[in-house]
T-cell receptor, first 118, second 115 residues
């Protein structure tokens, strides 16, 4: 079975604090992809990053960084020096081969609501 | 360029009525997905279209739900005899090709409220 767990339902921080959003996944696929999407108050899901199961290198993009660890089945997302504009719901998602299927459908976690206060 | 568009943005209907939700994918995108976002269930996959292949309907919650994609472009999601538990935001996404690595571009969604 494929499953994504985001244990943190809501996080509240003060601007300029660092914050880490946790994501743990389950899959029997050997080839899979992990994604993070941001959903601001406007509602539209915005793609942030994609990582394949064979690439465990951490990635940094500006204030955003991602830590992928296959040993713990985790793909955590850190925002450094958070800003009010980072306030949104963040979703972690998994895409795998599901056996013979290769549709690319996403299995989402429940999402983490991040509130950054000024 | 234009992103994924969906209409209507909001739909209020009475229990038992049928509704149609429309999705216009990004031009040239061959793969199209429907998802549902509800308070109790989070974001769930509903159905997937890719070119002329048979759609993957494995996520449709009941036979009251159906979808079609005409001419490989616009898609319509139809819910018959709506129930209150169908209230949710219905999201459409498209991508350049099928595949587990493809970035999906999401539309703004249709908020459906069943009274």
């Amino acid at each position: 079975a494929q499953k994504v767990t985001q244990a943190q339902t809501e996080i509240s921080v003060v601007e300029k604090e660092d914050v880490t959003l946790d994501c743990v996944y389950e899959t029997r696929d050997t080839t899979y992809y992990l994604f993070w999407y941001k959903q601001p108050p406007s509602g539209e899901l915005v793609f942030l990053i994609r990582r394949n199961s064979f690439d465990e290198q951490n990635e940094i993009s500006g204030r955003y960084s991602w830590n992928f660890q296959k040993s713990t089945s985790s793909f955590n997302f850190t925002i450094t020096a958070s800003q009010v504009v980072d306030s949104a719901v963040y979703f972690c998602a998994l895409s795998g081969t599901h056996g013979s299927s290769n549709t690319g459908k996403l299995i989402f976690g429940q999402g983490t609501t991040l509130q950054v206060k000024p | 360029g234009a992103g994924v568009s969906q209409s209507p943005s909001n739909k209020v209907t009475e229990k038992g009525k049928d509704v149609e939700l429309r999705c216009d994918p990004i031009s040239g995108h061959t793969a199209l997905y429907w998802y549902r976002q509800s308070l109790g269930q989070g974001l769930e996959f509903l159905i997937y279209f890719q070119g002329n292949s048979a759609p993957d309907k494995s996520g449709l919650p009941s036979d009251r739900f159906s979808a079609e994609r005409t001419g490989g472009s616009v898609s319509t999601l139809t819910i018959q005899r709506t129930q209150q538990e169908d209230s949710a935001v219905y999201l459409c996404a498209s991508s350049t090709d099928r595949g587990i690595d493809n970035e999906q571009f999401f539309g703004p969604g249709t908020r459906l409220t069943v009274l």
